[in-house]
């Protein structure tokens, strides 16, 4: 992108001062960022379904707790599994893959993979297992029709996702002027939180700056 570095694989932490409802206190896992606009979703959004209520092969695999999230506000009956596969993968130094990236079709609205309760079926990376593509380091997204077994002993984590939030040309380039997100680096652990209503404080309260005194800014200003 022109003049802007691709922010995939890093996570949109949502400010204060971010007034949407859809992304009060939301962190954002970007999967893909580039000229195109921006596609990710929300690490933070439990919702009731179980996994095994929709997609019950997986749901063995899921991480606490074993339910899906809304990963944003788009084609809630699409479906999208991020997963971290541990150690020893070439090119795991954190440096984002475009082999690894999840596309989005523009036209069409959805992300490259996601059909209702499917993901891609792009070309696999020959360092990569069977049905995962790499996003960033060790987080990657799952082909959700391919046979579990074929991921069950490599994968650290998945959490299924229902819809995604995304951005068209520019836009999330604004809302960052605005003030609207902060940029962190994401850690593999953010994406399988067995506490996710805390992860928005918790991954301020790391930060080694002033953005960890963020943490503390209360749920309702007007009761400080």
């Known amino acids: 992108m022109t003049e802007v570095s691709s922010l995939t694989g890093r996570l949109l932490v949502a400010t204060p001062a ?32 179980g996994v095994a209520d929709i997609l019950a092969p997986w749901a063995e695999l899921a991480g606490e707790p074993g339910v899906v999230f809304q990963g944003g506000p788009v084609s809630l009956d699409s479906a999208l599994g991020v997963a971290v596969v541990p150690g020893g993968l070439p090119g795991d130094s954190g440096v984002p893959s475009m082999e690894g990236g999840a596309r989005t079709d523009r036209a069409a609205g959805d992300p490259a993979g996601a059909r209702a ?16 593509r790499r996003v960033h380091g060790a987080i990657g997204l799952v082909d959700l029709e391919a046979p579990p077994e074929l991921l069950a002993a490599v994968l650290g984590s998945l959490r299924i996702f229902a819809g995604y939030a995304g951005w068209g040309p520019g836009q999330l380039e604004d809302e960052l002027v605005e003030g609207a997100w902060y940029v962190v680096e994401s850690e593999p652990g953010d994406v399988s939180s067995p506490d996710p209503e805390q992860l928005w404080r918790a991954v301020l309260r790391r930060q080694r700056n002033e953005l960890a005194m963020v943490a503390t800014y209360p749920d309702d200003p007007s009761l400080n």
């Open 117 to 132: 309760m499917g993901a891609a079926d792009d070309p696999v990376a020959e360092d990569e297992p069977l049905g995962w």
């Open 18 to 49: 971010l007034a949407d409802p859809n992304f009060d206190r939301a962190v954002v896992l970007l999967l893909d960022h580039d000229e195109e606009g921006s596609l990710g979703v929300i690490l933070n959004r439990p919702t009731p379904v």
